[in-house]
T-cell receptor
Framework: SQTIHQWPATLVQPVGSPLSLECTVEGTSNPNLYWYRQAAGRGLQLLFYSVGIGQISSEVPQNLSASRPQDRQFILSSKKLLLSDSGFYLC????????????FGEGSWLTVV | LAKTTQPISMDSYEGQEVNITCSHNNIATNDYITWYQQFPSQGPRFIIQGYKTKVTNEVASLFIPADRKSSTLSLPRVSLSDTAVYYCLVGDIITGGFKTIFGAGTRLFVKA
């Protein structure tokens, strides 16, 4: 069966520090991968999606970036965090060509102080 | 550009049936309609998906009229644990994959 994992689950980072969140999917190949952010009490905002290795599409201009170095690995990064980057970050995947059912990872709580 | 419109919030009591309607006037021929449930500090969880007419599973029913410009999620006999945010999504197929954009969702609060 397919599984998705992301880490770390929680982190507190100072303003200006770098960020790296990692997401991996097991049990499938060629998945579409997504990064979402959810501010406290708000809806989900699509940040990045990827349809293949090295193929990243950005939905929202920001100081975050994403990379897909391997087929089932998706990384969210920042060189210098802002206070506004605080939130709940979620990774998700969907099968290539399949219907829109998105299993999500466990989520990562980021607090920028 | 928002693709779906849902009520911001709804209140209900335990044991009642809850119907949440979503509008998606610009739904495309190949789009499917999917509903998710999200609890605080957790990722959304798939509830049900449909293309037309009615779909039923062990937790919910989904009603889709012939024009497919709206859909209604029906939760039978809700309990306190059904208090959550419910999202309606319409598939947006792009070359090689999906670009999935969530709306604001509907906050359902179930009271005792």
């Amino acid at each position: 069966s397919q599984t998705i994992h992301q880490w770390p689950a929680t982190l507190v980072q100072p303003v200006g520090s770098p960020l790296s969140l990692e997401c991996t999917v097991e049990g499938t190949s060629n998945p579409n991968l997504y990064w979402y952010r959810q501010a406290a009490g708000r809806g989900l905002q699509l940040l990045f999606y990827s349809v293949g290795i090295g193929q990243i599409s950005s939905e929202v201009p920001q100081n975050l970036s994403a990379s897909r170095p391997q087929d089932r690995q998706f990384i969210l990064s920042s060189k210098k965090l802002l206070l506004s980057d605080s939130g709940f970050y979620l990774c998700a995947w969907s099968p290539r060509g399949g219907h829109q059912v998105l299993p999500f990872g466990e989520g990562s709580w980021l607090t920028v102080v | 550009l928002a693709k779906t419109t849902q009520p911001i919030s709804m209140d209900s009591y335990e044991g009642q049936e809850v119907n949440i309607t979503c509008s998606h006037n610009n739904i495309a021929t190949n789009d499917y309609i999917t509903w998710y449930q999200q609890f605080p500090s957790q990722g959304p969880r798939f509830i049900i998906q449909g293309y037309k007419t009615k779909v039923t599973n062990e937790v919910a029913s989904l009603f889709i009229p012939a024009d497919r410009k709206s859909s209604t999620l029906s939760l039978p006999r809700v309990s306190l644990s059904d208090t959550a945010v419910y999202y309606c999504l319409v598939g947006d197929i792009i070359t090689g994959g999906f670009k999935t954009i969530f709306g604001a969702g509907t906050r359902l609060f179930v009271k005792a």
